[in-house]
């Protein structure tokens, strides 16, 4: 059986004489009785210092086993054109087969490293005991390595730093790299030994393909293929001599002979290459005469690989946001690995390709619009208790396909930077994601949290055109109907940030954005299920381990943090007609073989019913005639409604901390959110953004008009095959009979119009009526009205009422003159009856 690897310090140590010895009896067997037979056993033989036993002992337990794993490679991220966003990498590498290596890159690398590779068998015997006897007796070291040995070296090297501990690493890579005294002997004859097991497992041409595979080619690159991209721009099967060259010259001193980092030292190691490729034939003198006269700088055209989110911004501006937000998806879902560790690794070495959903055009809107409407720098603004201040106010913006949940853009106007060193425009943190995909705790989402109560309005079976009852800015927490939570006692205050409190039709309680009445309409449904409805389309908390979004009345208005992705996403389950989706940003991931690796799902279903989908388009489309009637501020206002279909919701928190546009088409969905990403309670108030003064900024001031702009650019272009029509039953409601209570006392009336299912609001302030006092004189509407809606009802003051008639009953309404036989009219008749016919009642 072969012998596995032993660890350092477990088998039988030797001395550097004992060492030479056995190198001695190696290149003796070797040369007399072959290399193969002094591969497998070692004879016993004489020795000067009667170390025989001992040297054959040691010999004998080296393995012959070579503990071969898939070399690290580069990962590379994709758009979804296939434009690369960025790669990474523990080692630059890209492993290719020997046919896409030109034969020219291998005849250089023979020529230099091992001129007599397709002869020997693995080792060179003489080259060894000449390379140890000059290094036993000088300071100098001379190599004699053949390629097979080299690779049998650089697989023990990776062998070492695959370890999990850095102890283990450093153990290993010393006894792989040992090169002193008996340590460097043993080293070479374990390698000996290896090298000639490998050989006779494989050809010589496999042996050279993974050696060009595994070797390093400059201080950060591995491989030709890599070495032939990063330093020329071009594959490894189209390089040409004089690259090659300079490629071969690389591997023995990665660093000293780096063409990037000492192009000097470079130059002189590739003529040296050029030599030696002349001298065994491999090219012409005249090649050689015309590759020395070339300098190196004119051949190099360095290709800095895409490394990391940081230059993702190179290749697609504003991108290193969304290939942050990739890289923590692999890093945190199961489909990637066992555990985040092995997630990691996968994506520093496993040569994945990842393509993803970004589209580079939306993109590039995208970033052009948050940074252009709010350009990064320092804002006078106030602070949370009214005082003026400054603040780096931020806004960010991200896109999602309704129906898909594919993410199309991620930006905010900050530039990516994941270093400790970061300046007040530059930040890791990714403000469109929750905690754990960008660790940002999410923001306050105001209004826009608001169709989620309406959602559960029309599922219960009310409609847009339904009334409600808007002047209510206090409440008992007992008003609320939540089963799954205990509220606190007291009553919830609150205000309108915009629009204004009154009785009004659902509709336009939603267009212009009234708190009263939301909450009033709250009050009419079972609280617990508007959040459960919430967290069915992904809105939770935005703060670490997303919580759910807490069943609180001051939550229908949006009080507590959520990321934008999550409101983004949500409100594209409206567009798609109740489709909802898991957001997703990875299309597909290939590993360095070819194989497809399982990637998270969408896991896109019916989560709400067409028709209810169908009515939050419908009801969420005026907010162009509403609070979204104009978007920006001063020279940058835009008013009116998109030339294309589209439905949103402004947002602005208690006191303009944060504030929001979330809106939709029929492909897109985005949400934009403006505020102060560090200090909380920071106020835009009195804020001048692109020299146009916003006294106080609510949703439509900057987060209306990123999105607005962004939206132009990407529909441009884009079919607009519009919303579903939505039913008359959510749109204005069922009409039914309302219970006639002019003349009833105040009790009775608001009894059975509720029994009908009506909600009463009575007018404080009585009337002037010929009712009695205390009894209904008005009611509004009468005849039909929408069930559920709301009934006004006016109270008589008992003014109109006239007195009990005075008369002796024999004139009542007398005729004219009072005599005659006309009955008279209504009037009250006092004057003496003298007619022959009866007067009618008083």
Same mark, same amino acid.
């Given at each position: 059986?072969?012998?596995?690897?032993?660890?350092?310090?477990?088998?039988r140590?030797?001395?550097?004489?004992?060492?030479?010895?056995?190198?001695?009896?190696?290149? /003796?067997?070797?040369?007399?009785?072959?290399?193969?037979?002094?591969? /497998?056993?070692?004879?016993?033989?004489?020795?000067?210092?009667?170390?025989?036993?001992?040297?054959?002992?040691?010999?004998?337990?080296?393995?012959? #086993?070579?503990?071969?794993?898939?070399?690290?490679?580069?990962?590379?991220?994709?758009?979804?054109?296939?434009?690369?966003?960025?790669?990474?990498?523990?080692?630059?590498?890209?492993?290719?087969?020997?046919? #896409?290596?030109?034969?020219?890159?291998?005849?250089?690398?023979?020529a230099?490293?091992?001129?007599?590779?397709?002869?020997?068998?693995?080792?060179d015997?003489?080259?060894?005991?000449?390379?140890?006897?000059?290094?036993s007796?000088?300071?100098?070291?001379?190599?004699?390595?053949?390629?097979?040995?080299?690779?049998?070296?650089?697989?023990?090297? *990776?062998?070492?730093?695959?370890?999990?501990?850095?102890?283990?690493?450093?153990?290993?890579?010393?006894?792989?790299?040992?090169?002193?005294?008996?340590?460097?002997?043993?080293?070479?004859l374990?390698?000996?030994k290896?090298?000639?097991?490998?050989?006779?497992?494989?050809?010589?041409?496999?042996?050279? *393909?993974?050696?060009?595979?595994?070797?390093?080619?400059?201080?950060?690159?591995?491989?030709?293929?890599?070495?032939?991209?990063?330093?020329?721009?071009?594959p490894?099967?189209?390089?040409?001599?004089?690259?090659?060259?300079?490629?071969?010259g690389?591997? @023995?001193?990665?660093?000293?002979?780096?063409?990037?980092r000492?192009?000097?030292?470079?130059?002189?190691?590739?003529n040296?290459?050029?030599?030696?490729?002349?001298?065994?034939?491999?090219?012409?003198?005249?090649?050689?005469?015309?590759?020395?006269?070339?300098?190196?700088?004119?051949?190099?055209?360095?290709?800095?690989?895409?490394?990391?989110?940081?230059?993702?911004?190179?290749?697609?501006?504003?991108?290193?946001?969304?290939?942050?937000? $990739?890289?923590?998806?692999?890093?945190?879902?199961?489909?990637?690995?066992?555990?985040?560790?092995?997630?990691?690794?996968?994506?520093?070495?496993?040569?994945?390709?990842?393509?993803?959903?970004?589209?580079?055009?939306?993109?590039?809107?995208?970033?052009?619009?948050?940074?252009?409407?709010?350009?990064? +720098?320092?804002?006078?603004?106030r602070?949370?208790?009214?005082?003026?201040?400054?603040?780096?106010?931020?806004?960010?913006?991200?896109?999602?396909?309704?129906?898909?949940?594919?993410?199309?853009?991620?930006?905010?106007?900050?530039?990516?930077?994941?270093?400790?060193?970061?300046?007040? +425009?530059?930040?890791? $943190?990714?403000?469109?994601?929750?905690?754990?995909?960008?660790?940002? =705790?999410?923001?306050?989402?105001?209004?826009?949290?608001?169709?989620?109560?309406?959602?559960?309005?029309?599922? *219960?079976?009310?409609?847009?055109?339904e009334?409600?009852?808007?002047? +209510?800015?206090?409440?008992?927490?007992?008003?609320f109907?939540?089963?799954? %939570?205990?509220?606190?006692?007291?009553?919830?205050?609150?205000?309108?940030?915009?629009?204004?409190?009154?009785?009004?039709?659902?509709?336009?309680?939603?267009?212009?954005?009234?708190?009263?009445?939301?909450?009033?309409?709250?009050?009419?449904?079972?609280?617990?299920?508007?959040?459960?409805?919430?967290?069915?389309l992904?809105?939770?908390?935005?703060?670490?381990?997303?919580?759910?979004?807490?069943? /609180?009345?001051?939550?229908?208005?949006?009080?507590?943090?959520?990321?934008?992705?999550?409101?983004?996403?949500?409100?594209?389950?409206?567009?798609?007609?109740?489709?909802?989706?898991?957001?997703?940003?990875?299309?597909?991931?290939?590993n360095?073989?070819?194989?497809?690796?399982?990637?998270?799902?969408?896991?896109?279903?019916?989560?709400?019913?067409?028709?209810?989908?169908?009515?939050?388009?419908?009801?969420?489309?005026?907010?162009?005639?509403?609070?979204?009637?104009?978007?920006?501020?001063?020279?940058?206002?835009i008013?009116?409604?998109?030339?294309?279909?589209?439905?949103?919701?402004?947002?602005?928190?208690?006191?303009?901390?944060?504030?929001?546009?979330?809106?939709?088409?029929?492909? @897109?969905?985005?949400?934009?959110?403006?505020?102060?990403?560090?200090?909380?309670? %920071?106020?835009?108030?009195?804020?001048?953004?692109?020299?146009?003064?916003? @006294?106080?900024?609510?949703?439509?001031?900057?987060?209306?008009?990123?999105?607005?702009? %962004?939206?132009?650019?990407?529909? #441009?272009?884009?079919?607009?095959p519009?919303?579903?029509?939505?039913?008359?039953e959510?749109?204005?409601?069922?009409?039914?009979?309302?219970?006639?209570?002019?003349? =009833?006392?105040?009790?009775?009336?608001?009894?059975?119009? =509720?029994?009908?299912?009506?909600?009463?609001?009575?007018?404080?302030?009585?009337?002037?009526?010929?009712?009695?006092?205390?009894?209904?004189a *008005?009611?509004?509407p009468?005849?039909?009205?929408?069930?559920?809606?709301?009934?006004?009802?006016?109270?008589?003051?008992?003014?109109?009422?006239?007195?009990?008639?005075?008369?002796?009953?024999?004139?009542?309404?007398?005729?004219?003159?009072?005599?005659?036989?006309?009955?008279?009219?209504?009037?009250?008749?006092?004057?003496?009856?003298?007619?022959?016919? =009866?007067?009618?009642?008083?």
């Amino acid at each position: 059986m072969p012998n596995p690897a032993r660890s350092r310090g477990r088998g039988r140590q030797v001395n550097a004489g004992q060492a030479l010895a056995l190198l001695l009896a190696f290149v /003796l067997v070797a040369t007399i009785g072959g290399v193969l037979a002094a591969g /497998l056993v070692l004879p016993g033989v004489a020795v000067a210092n009667g170390a025989t036993n001992l040297t054959t002992q040691a010999f004998d337990e080296l393995p012959t #086993e070579l503990g071969e794993s898939t070399l690290p490679q580069k990962s590379t991220i994709l758009a979804s054109d296939g434009t690369v966003i960025a790669t990474f990498f523990y080692q630059n590498r890209v492993v290719v087969p020997l046919d #896409e290596i030109n034969q020219t890159m291998r005849d250089a690398v023979i020529a230099t490293e091992d001129k007599r590779f397709y002869e020997h068998s693995g080792v060179d015997p003489m080259g060894m005991l000449r390379a140890a006897v000059r290094n036993s007796v000088s300071d100098s070291r001379e190599g004699a390595s053949t390629l097979t040995q080299q690779y049998v070296k650089n697989v023990l090297i *990776e062998e070492a730093l695959s370890k999990k501990t850095k102890a283990e690493q450093d153990a290993a890579l010393e006894d792989a790299r040992g090169a002193e005294g008996s340590e460097g002997i043993a080293r070479k004859l374990r390698e000996a030994k290896l090298a000639i097991t490998l050989e006779q497992k494989m050809s010589k041409d496999e042996i050279l *393909e993974k050696y060009l595979n595994i070797a390093q080619f400059g201080t950060s690159v591995y491989g030709v293929e890599a070495a032939a991209q990063y330093y020329f721009g071009v594959p490894a099967a189209k390089l040409t001599y004089l690259q090659a060259a300079t490629i071969a010259g690389v591997t @023995r001193s990665p660093s000293a002979w780096d063409p990037v980092r000492n192009p000097e030292a470079s130059e002189q190691r590739r003529n040296t290459v050029l030599g030696l490729m002349r001298d065994q034939h491999y090219i012409t003198q005249e090649q050689y005469d015309k590759g020395i006269a070339t300098p190196l700088k004119k051949s190099l055209k360095v290709h800095q690989p895409q490394l990391g989110c940081m230059s993702a911004t190179k290749a697609i501006a504003g991108s290193g946001f969304f290939c942050d937000y $990739v890289t923590k998806v692999i890093a945190n879902d199961p489909a990637f690995g066992k555990d985040k560790d092995a997630r990691v690794k996968l994506l520093y070495r496993g040569g994945l390709t990842i393509k993803t959903t970004l589209i580079p055009s939306e993109q590039r809107a995208a970033d052009k619009q948050v940074k252009k409407n709010l350009p990064a +720098k320092k804002y006078d603004v106030r602070d949370a208790k009214g005082r003026p201040t400054t603040a780096y106010l931020g806004s960010s913006i991200v896109v999602v396909e309704p129906g898909t949940g594919a993410i199309t853009a991620m930006a905010q106007n900050r530039t990516f930077n994941n270093t400790s060193e970061t300046t007040a +425009k530059q930040t890791s $943190v990714n403000w469109n994601t929750p905690y754990a995909y960008g660790s940002s =705790r999410g923001f306050a989402p105001g209004s826009t949290f608001k169709p989620f109560t309406l959602l559960e309005w029309l599922r *219960e079976g009310h409609s847009l055109n339904e009334n409600i009852d808007g002047r +209510k800015f206090e409440y008992p927490m007992s008003a609320f109907n939540a089963p799954c %939570t205990n509220l606190a006692g007291g009553n919830y205050k609150f205000g309108n940030a915009e629009g204004s409190g009154g009785i009004m039709s659902v509709q336009k309680a939603t267009q212009n954005s009234v708190n009263s009445a939301y909450i009033a309409m709250a009050t009419k449904l079972n609280l617990c299920d508007v959040f459960k409805g919430a967290d069915d389309l992904g809105v939770r908390m935005g703060t670490p381990g997303a919580p759910e979004y807490p069943v /609180l009345p001051a939550n229908v208005i949006g009080s507590d943090p959520v990321a934008p992705l999550s409101m983004a996403n949500a409100f594209a389950a409206f567009a798609s007609g109740g489709i909802y989706c898991t957001p997703v940003a990875i299309k597909s991931v290939t590993n360095a073989a070819g194989k497809k690796l399982k990637v998270p799902d969408a896991d896109c279903h019916r989560e709400i019913e067409q028709k209810y989908a169908n009515a939050m388009n419908e009801g969420l489309s005026h907010v162009w005639e509403g609070t979204a009637k104009t978007v920006g501020e001063g020279s940058a206002k835009i008013t009116g409604k998109p030339s294309y279909t589209a439905s949103g919701k402004t947002g602005t928190t208690s006191h303009n901390e944060s504030t929001w546009f979330v809106g939709y088409t029929p492909e @897109r969905a985005a949400a934009v959110w403006v505020g102060d990403p560090l200090t909380a309670g %920071t106020r835009a108030q009195g804020v001048t953004v692109n020299g146009n003064y916003i @006294r106080y900024m609510y949703g439509a001031s900057i987060a209306g008009l990123t999105w607005r702009k %962004t939206m132009d650019s990407i529909m #441009e272009g884009k079919s607009d095959p519009g919303f579903e029509k939505a039913d008359n039953e959510q749109v204005y409601g069922k009409k039914v009979y309302v219970p006639y209570v002019v003349g =009833r006392a105040q009790g009775d009336a608001e009894a059975a119009l =509720r029994q009908a299912g009506f909600t009463v609001s009575v007018d404080p302030t009585p009337v002037a009526s010929d009712k009695p006092a205390g009894t209904v004189a *008005e009611q509004n509407p009468s005849g039909t009205a929408i069930k559920g809606s709301t009934i006004i009802l006016k109270i008589s003051d008992g003014s109109g009422v006239q007195p009990p008639d005075q008369g002796d009953g024999n004139g009542d309404n007398g005729g004219d003159d009072g005599g005659g036989n006309n009955n008279g009219g209504n009037g009250n008749g006092n004057g003496p009856g003298n007619g022959h016919g =009866r007067g009618g009642r008083g």
